[in-house]
């Protein structure tokens, strides 16, 4: 009984403020909903209760690199409660959005003072991020927090070590490193599986092999494919065997470093592509994919 009245209180509260309140929360987008993430109703708030607030990470600050470069980011706001009926339990609906893209919108059970939540999409290195909470209890719903930012670490930059300049009109030989890339899948088999972009995957597996190989030698890089340093490949490296600085150049060692990358079971490879580009009229270009120049 005593359950029955707290509900029947709160949809009283509801009603009042649906004929209360005007004041429509800004969304940080005008598409909202984009992408695969369906946005939860706008519109006039319909349950009386608190914002969320004290926010943590704060707002424009920037968090901290993960082990194996990961960019772990849980997202925390004391807890909202339902005004005039503080003993009804409300949850909190969480969104996250990249520039104009919704990516997430979670609805959170409250946790005791605070309530948090662990963002399990794959963020961006040294990218913004909004994110903003609400309470909510059945299909109602409160005011929206204020929108707050947070930005992820740039990416980790790799590589101390170099390979001395070959002699003048020679070039250095391929050092064969494919212990490394088969060291890299047996210890990332989680990243590896979510390589393949055309599919949605990320870039965190090549980052991590690439960073894997700079640890021994900093010619190491990404390949532009074609040429093209704008267009780098997913699952090929560069080794540069000349005199100067790496970036942009096309005196470059390429190597396919994955079987069936797009495919169910992608596996290590160490298959020297270098002839074979040149004899279909193409090359290969190094670049730091604006990770590092060198």
């Known amino acids: 009984m005593k359950h029955a009245l707290q509900l029947g209180l709160v949809v009283l509260l509801a009603a009042s403020a649906s004929c209360s309140s005007n004041s429509t929360p800004a969304s940080p987008s005008a598409t909202p909903g984009a992408a695969s993430v369906a946005a ?174 700079r640890k021994e030698d900093n010619r190491w890089g990404y390949n532009g494919k074609r040429g093209n340093a704008n267009d780098p490949s997913e699952d090929v490296v560069d080794y540069h065997h000349g005199a100067g600085a790496s970036n942009n150049s096309t005196a470059v060692y390429i190597i396919d470093i994955m079987l069936a990358h797009c495919g169910s079971n992608p596996a290590p490879a160490w298959i020297d592509q270098t002839a074979l580009t040149a004899q279909q009229g193409s090359i290969g270009r190094w670049t730091g994919r604006g990770r590092f120049v060198n």
């Open 40 to 213: 939860v109703p706008e519109g006039t708030p319909t349950l009386k209760a608190s914002v969320p607030t004290s926010p943590s990470p704060e707002s424009g600050s920037t968090t901290t690199l993960g082990p194996s470069n990961t960019i772990p980011v849980t997202l925390s706001v004391a807890n909202a409660t339902a005004t005039h009926v503080s003993s009804v339990t409300v949850g909190h609906r969480f969104q996250l959005w990249e520039g104009s893209t919704l990516i997430a919108e979670p609805l959170v059970p409250a946790g005791s003072g605070r309530t948090s939540w662990t963002v399990t999409t794959q963020l961006k290195f040294d990218t913004t991020y909004t994110w903003r909470v609400r309470a909510e209890l059945g299909d109602a719903y409160a005011q929206w927090s204020p929108n707050w930012t947070f930005r992820t670490p740039a990416a980790p930059v790799s590589g101390a070590n170099r390979t001395p300049d070959p002699a003048p009109g020679t070039r250095l030989p391929l050092p064969n490193r494919s212990n490394v890339v088969n060291a890299a899948f047996s210890a990332r088999p989680d990243l590896v599986r979510r390589s393949c972009q055309s599919n949605g995957g990320t870039w965190e597996f090549m980052d991590y092999l690439v960073d894997e190989l």
